[in-house]
């Protein structure tokens, strides 16, 4: 079975300063890769996703995210992050088969200071 | 699209009542998905329907709780009896697969008290 790991609970960075959010995930064949993220009080939006081909993704509000098969890791990065990024960031995992299921990481909860 | 519309946002029961909590999935997406979410135990699929078919009720804690999707438009998750340890945000999600590839679409969410 797949798994994800988000090792990162909590961070906080400034705003305006770079970020990049780490995910891990376990899963035997190529995994399909999302990250979500869900702002206080609502629900999880898709920020991007990977299925095949070019491993670096963009994604909506200036995310990025890179896959790299030999460290089996799926991070989402932000050159410049802004007060309104605050929000809690959740990697997921589907999988060719029975990929209608996603795993999902812990999350990692965000905060941005002045 | 309207997206995913969840309802009520909020609710607030006393323990031993039943709680439904209600979804309309975005039109032409033929997977639905409910999901509880909790500090303790994050994100967790309870069950999901394919074409309004139960596929895999596995992660649905114990027979308190029921989910139905009578059609193509609408889901039901009901708790009956509930108790405080029911308390979370449970989310309602619905995809459709094209090729082999699915995306989630989330509602917004139906935050439960239960005291």
């Known amino acids: 079975a797949q798994s994800v790991t988000q090792p990162d609970i909590h961070i906080t960075v400034s705003e305006g300063a770079s970020l990049e959010l780490r995910c891990n995930y376990s899963?035997?064949?190529?995994?399909?890769l999302f990250w979500y993220v869900q702002s206080p009080g609502q629900g999880l939006q898709l920020l991007l996703k990977?299925?095949?081909?070019?491993?670096l993704v963009q994604g909506i509000k200036g995310f990025e995210a890179e896959f790299k098969r030999s460290q089996s890791s799926f991070n989402l990065r932000k050159p410049s992050v802004h007060w309104s990024d605050a929000a809690e960031y959740f990697c997921?995992?589907?999988?060719?088969?029975?990929?209608?299921?996603?795993?999902f990481g812990t999350g990692t909860r965000l905060t941005i200071i002045p | 699209d309207a997206g995913v519309i969840q309802s009520p946002r909020h609710e607030v029961t006393e323990m031993g009542q039943e709680v439904t909590l209600r979804c309309k999935p975005i039109?032409?997406?033929?997977?639905l998905f409910w999901y509880r979410q909790t500090m303790m135990r994050g994100l967790e699929l309870l069950i999901y329907?394919?074409?309004?078919?139960?596929?895999?009720d596995s992660g649905m804690p114990e027979d308190r709780f029921s989910a139905k999707m009578p059609n193509a438009s609408f889901s039901t998750l009901k708790i009956q009896p509930s108790e405080p340890r029911d308390s979370a945000v449970y989310f309602c999600?619905?995809?459709?697969?094209?090729?082999?590839?699915?995306?989630?679409?989330f509602g917004a969410g139906t935050r439960l008290s239960v005291l």
């Open positions: 999600a619905s995809s459709y697969l094209s090729g082999s590839k699915n995306i989630q679409y």
């Open positions: 899963y035997g064949a190529t995994p399909y």
């Open positions: 990977y299925f095949s081909g070019d491993t």
């Open positions: 997921a995992v589907g999988t060719l088969f029975g990929n209608e299921k996603l795993t």
């Open positions: 039109s032409g997406h033929d997977y």
């Open positions: 329907f394919n074409n309004n078919v139960p596929i895999d």
